[in-house]
């Protein structure tokens, strides 16, 4: 039998390598199997050829994330490998942490025969063998002697090449977003001011920034630490634990904001409204930012145009509002959400975007204005370079059930020439069922209208969510609706998934155009 070459057997194994999925990516943890790296050790123990072929697998993608109580032990173990063997953290492409600071020191208390000497003395040890900035390495000594912060900070810079990053910050004060800032110029008198238990710390060190601030963050050049820079970096994706009962200040995510070669970022629950931009220490700085997620944020038009204008080569942005799940601390009732001053700062600083999309059900909820609309998003013709939209028909249009014709807009006014694919969110305010029904009948006819004005010459896909409908999915688009070169798709999905909720299921109707 003739062997195979090792570049099959690579390809092989890699279908073993532990992955993060985009699907549910907000709710890692416990469901993360990671079988695939057990079966891939078990591989690697066969023979030689075997380790050679699996251990560069193995050691590409660290996810630590999820491992319930056994994850302090794994942080800890992993920080003394790369202690002993910094060769190792440069072989990391993908990794995935819990910025836990309990898990850090209770491993002094129960584990103390996992590190020689202690934790304590192995996180000296490990800053001793990075190659960082004084400033930061002398911050980070003061930080680790506090006992108030984890290791994550620490994996990340023994992980030079690292490309993605997946993290859970369990803390104001986490040192992560500094060293993923990929920016060597941060400010030296920033790094040495800050102390972690001290608020007037914080608003001295995040006041607003100057030229000279910006001067300083161009003074040094690149490549001076090895430890530090992160060049590869491309995707972060960052989950607020304390936002269980609020969100996360965008101020503490806003150094990983600055790394030049970030293109996709992610976050759940982050507070980007008016109230925090004055916070924001380099309002000015310009990201190469493309994709920007903002899972159960707190977003109002400031904050919106903060984006826009901090990140101008967006070419995706998706915003979900959080609901009563997160908001309830801090107090959010001055929180004010204008789709129409949303639309003026698309119209005027997102004419890049290529897709938007725009939950806004979990506010609404909680901040009924008359019947719960509040103005509305369309018309968005203006966005020239807009090809895939997801939103509510409310608040694009306004209800054609609810309001007078002269005030509703149709989808062919509403919608540029450019789209390619509309997803209408389900809108989850309350209807009774007789009243549902007649709003799906006004909202079916008005689709069909606008598939039969044939106005956007470039849409091939609508899509719609519903209320469950385990039986009767005939009703949802009936026959008489259909269009010719337009094939319907009705099928369920379960949705709405979030980080304090199971979801619920959906009945999807699907428009595709055929070729």
Request: proline share 4%; hydrophobic share 35%.
């Amino acid at each position: 039998m003739t062997s195979l070459p090792d570049e099959i057997w690579q390809q092989i194994f890699a279908e073993l390598e532990d992955h993060m999925p985009l699907k549910d990516w907000i709710l890692y943890g416990s469901h993360l199997q990671h079988k695939g790296p057990a079966a891939l050790r078990n591989l690697s123990l066969v023979s030689r050829r075997f380790q050679r072929i699996a251990q560069p697998l193995l050691y590409r993608t660290i996810l630590l994330e999820g491992r319930s109580e056994r994850e302090g032990i794994s942080q800890g173990l992993l920080l003394r490998t790369l202690v002993e063997d910094p060769q190792f953290g440069k072989q990391v492409r993908v990794a995935s942490f819990n910025d836990c600071s309990a898990f850090t020191w209770n491993l002094d208390n129960s584990y103390k025969d996992l590190v020689e000497g202690g934790m304590k003395k192995l996180t000296l040890k490990a800053l001793r063998a990075l190659d960082l900035p004084p400033a930061l390495k002398r911050h980070l000594r003061a930080s680790f002697a506090s006992y108030k912060v984890s290791f994550a900070a620490l994996h990340v810079a023994f992980m030079p090449r690292l490309q993605f990053l997946d993290c859970t910050l369990t803390d104001d004060r986490s040192r992560l977003p500094w060293i993923v800032s990929g920016s060597l110029g941060l400010e030296k008198e920033n790094l040495e001011n800050m102390r972690s238990d001290s608020d007037t710390d914080y608003e001295s060190d995040h006041e607003d920034g100057s030229d000279n601030d910006k001067q300083q963050l161009q003074s040094i050049p690149k490549d001076t630490f090895a430890n530090y820079g992160l060049p590869h970096l491309t995707e972060v994706r960052l989950r607020s634990q304390i936002s269980d009962s609020g969100v996360t200040p965008a101020w503490v995510i806003e150094p990983i904001l600055l790394h030049p070669t970030l293109k996709s970022m992610r976050t759940l629950g982050i507070d980007w409204s008016v109230s925090e931009i004055h916070n924001l220490k380099w309002p000015n700085h310009r990201s190469n930012l493309e994709y920007l997620d903002l899972k159960e944020s707190v977003v109002d038009h400031a904050g919106l145009e903060s984006v826009l204008t901090r990140c101008p080569k967006l070419r995706g942005l998706s915003i979900q509002l959080v609901d009563g799940g997160r908001e309830h601390w801090p107090d959010y009732d001055d929180w004010t959400v204008d789709l129409e001053l949303f639309r003026r700062a698309l119209q005027e600083y997102g004419r890049c975007l290529e897709e938007f999309d725009l939950l806004i059900n979990g506010y609404n909820s909680m901040h009924p204005i008359d019947d719960g609309r509040i103005a509305r998003l369309g018309p968005l013709r203006e966005l020239s370079n807009l090809r895939h939209l997801k939103v509510t028909m409310a608040e694009l249009l306004d209800d054609p059930t609810l309001l007078d014709e002269e005030e509703h807009l149709t989808f062919s006014e509403a919608l540029p020439l450019s789209l390619e694919t509309l997803y209408l969110h389900w809108d989850d305010r309350y209807f009774s069922a007789e009243y549902y029904k007649i709003r799906r009948q006004g909202i079916n006819e008005e689709a069909h209208n606008f598939l039969l004005e044939n106005k956007l010459p470039n849409l091939r896909e609508i899509t719609f969510e519903r209320c469950y409908n385990e039986s009767e999915k005939e009703i949802e688009w009936p026959d008489e609706l259909k269009v010719d070169g337009w094939d319907v798709d009705v099928y369920d999905e379960y949705l709405w998934e979030r980080y304090h909720s199971v979801g619920c299921m959906r009945t999807i109707v699907r428009l595709t155009k055929k070729f």
